[in-house]
C-alpha cells in the first residue's frame, strides 16, 4: 500500500511560518511529480503549489506566489512546502500528492494518482 504521510501543520499567529512534509511510504517516488493541494472548510479543494520530478520545474497557484515555495529531496524521498508570510485565508487542511511522470494542467485540477490524509494548518489574525 502506497501512503503520502504529511507533517508540520498546526497553529501559527498571521505573518507566521510553517514548514510542511510529504514523505511517501511503500515506493520511491523520485519519478513523481509532488503537489500541494488545500480545502478551507466549506470550500472545495484547490491547486496550491507543485514540482517536477527532476525539481528542476515549480508551479504555484496565484494567490501564494512569493510566500510559499515547494522543495523536494530525492534522497530522502520527501517534498516540502515552505509557508511564510501566512494569512488567516491560508487556514486549510493541506494534502499532498503524487502523480507519475509530469505534472500537467490535469494535475493541477486534482488528476492524481496518489493522495495524503492531509495535515491542519490553522493561521489566526
Known amino acids: 500500500q502506497v501512503l503520502l504521510v504529511e507533517s508540520g501543520g498546526g497553529l501559527v499567529q498571521a505573518g507566521g511560518s510553517l514548514r510542511l512534509s510529504c514523505a511517501p511510504s511503500?515506493?520511491?517516488?523520485?519519478?513523481?511529480?509532488m503537489g500541494w493541494f488545500r480545502q478551507a472548510s466549506g470550500k472545495e479543494r484547490e491547486f496550491v503549489a507543485a514540482?517536477?520530478?527532476?525539481?528542476?520545474?515549480?508551479y504555484y497557484a496565484d494567490s501564494v506566489k512569493g510566500r510559499f515555495t515547494i522543495s523536494r529531496d530525492n534522497a530522502k524521498n520527501t517534498v516540502y512546502l515552505q509557508m511564510n508570510s501566512l494569512k488567516p485565508e491560508d487556514t486549510a487542511v493541506y494534502y499532498c500528492?503524487?502523480?507519475?511522470?509530469?505534472?500537467?494542467?490535469?494535475?493541477?485540477?486534482?488528476?492524481?494518482?496518489?493522495w495524503g490524509q492531509g495535515t491542519q494548518v490553522t493561521v489566526s489574525s
Open positions: 500528492a503524487a502523480n507519475l511522470g509530469v505534472w500537467t494542467t490535469a494535475q493541477a485540477m486534482g488528476v492524481i494518482d496518489y
Open positions: 511503500g515506493r520511491t517516488f523520485s519519478r513523481y511529480a
Open positions: 514540482i517536477s520530478w527532476t525539481g528542476g520545474s515549480t
